[in-house]
């Protein structure tokens, strides 16, 4: 059984111009050992989606109409705040885009991670790996043991030293990889990456891919990992998710889904990527612009900017049909575009 | 024939005494022809920014010489200065940043010709018209004219950017970064309209970017820095084909935008 899957969910936001349907029905399953990347332009609905995974979007403004969020098999829709606390930072670890900001500059690192280690520890005493009975300075010399040790794993050098310093001591790069030690710390079996990369230079940003591949394969983690770039998801993840709108509108094994896209918005965000191959003037950019989620088209949402759309496109929303094993889209078009 | 060429150019920093000096650029030469345009790639903190900074003569050098059409940057007495920037304009990385909130687009694209009068003076009617005329150049409206930057999307945003650094009817752009607070399918209309704007208005670029796709795109020959110092220098296809230095071996390897293109092609 899959780790995380997530069932027809529906969130929307109030706001003063009316509701507006932020996600629109998202299915998504997530095994250990895959790195799934979920993939679209900005306001498309993947950090949201990532959010209600560690069940952190406030409502309201946010109403979940329906749906489904089952991790380990409970529905953490159904949870609340007190076991949903418990569960993030131990089962559910999460890292964010900048690194600067989400580390409080007034604390040294490995006071910051020990914290994170203690609340994990509350929860899941193996996590210090000591007994329940253990006074409390015993724990906290094993949780600055475990910083040390985390430091080390994710490849920083002196970490007996480096545990001691500030955020401010540390490089972009270096302060992600304490990011991704922080969040790893209380041994989750879920890791939610919200664009982890992309306030880093390129090659830092292999390194820490390479790292989050490493760590996968090490520990047996799952990973749902949100960008908006196409190049990180080939270059790391296993699987994607492809939304568009709040909808996802394809899904499937990296490999087949970028050598053979099989809905038109993943082959038009393809096209659109600078790549080595395209002479000038050959970059195809995506004409019109994305729907007003307050009053969405009534079919398919990309329907408006489909280059394939025809007039049974505007009768509701498609569904995501198996197209081959492993790879799904949401086109009643696919039958047709034969790869 | 060459417009910009910069010489043997140093740059150092003294942040406080006690801490010493950040040698920000070491030995920087570069030419640039009219018509061409540079990419020009690095990580953080090589020197980019700055290289861009000391050829708009908004900082001087420590040493070293940049000339633009002969004419000596640091020697150039102040009115002088001011005619030459008519003809350098800069476009900035994050258009949310680099647009004042409070102003109309009116305002914010008829900047530059209001800061210019002297050198060329104009009536506010057909100055309204040249907004008019630029609005349309990167694709906006009359019925923007009187818009605020908050009612635009990003794209757009840098499309107001565009326009203003197009006002003075310059002969080069610095694009800093102009496209990476941008999405893919924004992105790619941005870049086919400086395409095609370069073609157009016969226009000379230095491009600067981290994203190496966006300057195999864009570039005709590529210059790579790597803390203050220019590594290598190339036609853009044979930098990318065959790198001559480990750094830009290792930069070009890592570009997440490779691993797309080996996957699509399998």
Known sequence: MALLEIRDLHLSMRSYDGEAHVLNGIDLALERGQIRGLVGETGCGKSLTGLSVSRLVATPPGHYARGEILFDGRNLMTLDDRAMRKLRGTRIGMIFQDPTTNLNPAFRVGEQMIDVALHAAAADVDVLGLGATASRRDKRVAAHRLAVEMLRKVGIRDPEQRVDDYPHQFSGGMRQRVLIAMALIGRPDLLIADEPTTALDVTVQAQILKLIRELVAELDLAVLLITHNLGVVAQVCSHVSVMYAGNIVEDGEVASVFRVPRHPYTTALLGAVPRAHLGRGELRGLAGVVPDLIKPPPGCRFEPRCPLAIEACTAGRPPLMLIETGHSAACIRVAERAP | ?266
């Open chain 2, 1 to 266: 024939m060459t417009l910009l060429a910069v010489d043997k150019v140093r740059k150092v920093y003294r942040p406080r005494k006690r801490d010493g000096e950040v040698v920000a650029l070491d030995d920087v030469s570069l030419a640039l022809d009219a018509g061409e345009c540079l990419g020009l790639v690095g990580e953080s903190g090589s020197g980019k920014s700055t290289l861009a900074r000391l050829i708009l003569a908004l900082e001087a050098p420590t040493s070293g010489t940049i000339s633009y059409r002969g004419n000596e940057l640091t020697t150039l007495p102040a009115a002088d200065l001011l005619r030459l920037r008519e003809k350098m304009q800069i476009v900035f990385q994050d258009p949310y940043a680099s647009l004042n909130p409070r102003m109309t687009v009116q305002d914010i694209v008829a900047e530059p010709l209001v800061i210019h009068e002297r050198n060329r003076p104009m009536s506010a009617r057909a100055r309204r018209d040249r907004v008019v005329d630029l609005l349309a150049t990167v694709g906006l409206k009359r019925e923007h004219l009187w818009r605020f930057p908050h009612e635009f999307s990003g794209g757009q945003r840098q499309r107001i950017c565009i326009a203003r650094a197009l006002a003075l009817e310059p002969e080069f752009l610095i694009l800093d970064e102009p496209t990476s607070a941008l999405d893919v399918s924004v992105q790619a209309q941005v870049l086919n309209m400086l395409q095609d704007l370069q073609q157009r208005l016969k226009l000379t670029y230095l491009f600067i970017s981290h994203d190496l796709g966006v300057i195999r795109y864009m570039a005709d020959r590529v210059t790579v820095m790597q803390h203050g110092r220019i590594v290598e220098t190339g036609a853009t296809e044979a930098v990318f084909r065959a790198p001559q230095t480990d750094y830009a071996k290792g930069l070009i390897a890592a570009s997440a935008g490779s691993d797309l293109d080996v996957i699509a092609s399998a």
